[in-house]
């Protein structure tokens, strides 16, 4: 199995500062690359101090300038707010600054928020069609001469400008929940990544289930499978129950900014009061510790070897958390030295 770490610049109040937030995520990536990580993801979001991440090629390539060896991914390009034309330019021109380690995730987005701001009036089933007419042209516009007469895009013959790096381009990675994006990547010849949240490891058996049903419907395509979860090593059950409070918070917040309710001022949203987050039961911390990937290097490994068995190819350490960075660097160190030497 391979690993890779998911990480952004999150800011949950007015004291923190950017400038800051980003030396600690150069610090993460840094981290990966030396301890023999495959990949750094990082994604696209806009307006929200919750996930900093305007453009993540940006990011990227400012990640490139300070690791070696570690893949760079987008994780997730959100396909609406593109242009193709646009996307397979900007994505070739990452690849090209990072001497071809640019892999390439994307996703139809989420939050309604972001939506209302960037494309006033598309609904989720509009983003997801315009993610499967973009996705597929990237590969056509990256070997040129490229003319196409869609739904939403029409343009005469154009050719990605730079070419990539890596033959036939970045690798193209699908988020993938529902069975019809699943079919879609593996039918592209796309991998996956997919992502159960909170859902625990009910949610991870029906998300392999639908990949293995759409690569029984594609006979002979079987492209790469990545779990995304949220993930901490502890010290103790003490250090572990910890984590579980503060990732239980970081879903409450997660939770607003989904329902896209409560007011957002200088890219905060409200703050959530004891109350509101005691009232929440299914994003209590009893359900974390079940449900997430947290526990004592050995929990963890445990856990993940049952990943593995399902058939997952890739387990992506999700690190947004709303913790310091002390302790998502010691978690990170815990999770390099401890756990991963049990798949060599």
Same mark, same amino acid.
């Given at each position: 199995?391979?690993?890779?770490?998911?990480?952004?610049?999150?800011?949950?109040?007015?004291?923190?500062?950017?400038?800051?937030?980003? !030396?600690?995520?150069?610090?993460?990536?840094?981290?990966?690359?030396?301890?023999?990580?495959?990949?750094?993801?990082?994604?696209?979001?806009?307006?929200?101090?919750?996930?900093?991440?305007?453009?993540?090629?940006?990011?990227?390539? $400012?990640?490139?300038?300070?690791?070696?060896?570690?893949?760079?991914?987008?994780?997730?390009?959100?396909?609406?707010?593109?242009?193709?034309?646009?996307?397979?330019?900007?994505?070739?021109?990452?690849?090209?600054?990072?001497?071809?380690?640019?892999?390439?995730?994307?996703?139809?987005?989420?939050?309604?928020?972001?939506?209302?701001?960037?494309?006033?009036?598309?609904?989720?089933?509009?983003?997801?069609?315009?993610?499967?007419?973009?996705?597929?042209?990237?590969?056509?516009?990256?070997?040129?001469?490229?003319?196409?007469?869609?739904? +939403?895009? @029409?343009?005469?013959?154009?050719?990605?400008?730079?070419?990539? #790096?890596?033959?036939?381009?970045?690798?193209?990675?699908?988020?993938?929940?529902?069975?019809?994006?699943?079919?879609?990547? *593996?039918?592209?010849?796309?991998?996956?990544? *997919?992502?159960?949240?909170?859902?625990?490891? $009910?949610?991870?058996?029906?998300?392999?289930?639908?990949?293995?049903?759409?690569? &029984?419907?594609?006979?002979?395509?079987?492209?790469?499978?990545?779990?995304?979860?949220?993930?901490? #090593?502890?010290?103790?059950?003490?250090?572990?129950?910890? &984590?579980?409070? @503060?990732?239980?918070?970081?879903?409450?917040?997660?939770?607003?900014?989904?329902?896209?309710?409560?007011?957002?001022? @200088?890219?905060?949203?409200?703050?959530?009061?004891?109350?509101?987050?005691?009232?929440?039961?299914?994003?209590?911390?009893?359900?974390?510790?079940?449900?997430?990937?947290?526990?004592?290097?050995?929990? #963890?490994?445990?856990?993940?070897?049952?990943?593995?068995?399902?058939?997952?190819?890739? +387990?992506?350490?999700?690190?947004?958390?709303?913790?310091?960075? !002390?302790?998502?660097?010691?978690?990170?160190?815990?999770?390099?030295?401890?756990?991963?030497?049990?798949?060599?």
């Amino acid at each position: 199995m391979d690993f890779s770490l998911f990480a952004h610049m999150e800011r949950l109040s007015p004291e923190q500062d950017h400038a800051s937030l980003r !030396e600690e995520l150069i610090g993460l990536a840094k981290m990966a690359d030396d301890g023999g990580m495959r990949a750094v993801w990082s994604g696209e979001h806009h307006g929200m101090d919750f996930t900093i991440a305007p453009n993540p090629f940006l990011t990227l390539v $400012d990640l490139s300038q300070h690791t070696k060896n570690v893949r760079l991914g987008t994780g997730t390009i959100v396909a609406p707010f593109w242009h193709p034309i646009k996307l397979a330019g900007e994505a070739a021109a990452a690849d090209l600054i990072t001497e071809g380690r640019i892999e390439l995730g994307i996703a139809r987005g989420a939050y309604s928020y972001e939506y209302e701001r960037l494309m006033p009036g598309m609904d989720a089933m509009e983003a997801g069609s315009r993610m499967r007419e973009i996705t597929p042209l990237l590969r056509d516009l990256w070997a040129g001469d490229c003319a196409h007469d869609g739904t +939403y895009f @029409q343009f005469p013959t154009t050719t990605s400008a730079p070419k990539p #790096v890596q033959t036939d381009g970045p690798p193209i990675w699908i988020a993938a929940r529902d069975i019809n994006s699943h079919t879609f990547g *593996v039918n592209n010849g796309f991998n996956i990544q *997919v992502t159960p949240l909170w859902q625990g490891i $009910d949610e991870i058996k029906d998300l392999m289930s639908k990949f293995n049903e759409a690569c &029984a419907a594609f006979e002979g395509q079987r492209p790469k499978i990545m779990l995304l979860h949220h993930t901490y #090593v502890g010290v103790d059950a003490d250090d572990t129950a910890l &984590a579980a409070k @503060q990732l239980s918070k970081f879903y409450n917040y997660f939770g607003a900014w989904f329902q896209n309710r409560r007011p957002v001022s @200088q890219g905060l949203i409200e703050t959530l009061s004891d109350n509101d987050l005691a009232a929440n039961n299914m994003m209590s911390a009893e359900n974390m510790m079940r449900d997430l990937t947290i526990g004592t290097a050995q929990e #963890v490994i445990d856990q993940i070897k049952r990943y593995e068995d399902l058939g997952y190819d890739e +387990y992506a350490f999700w690190i947004d958390s709303g913790m310091d960075f !002390e302790r998502k660097r010691s978690s990170l160190s815990r999770f390099i030295d401890d756990v991963m030497p049990a798949f060599t």
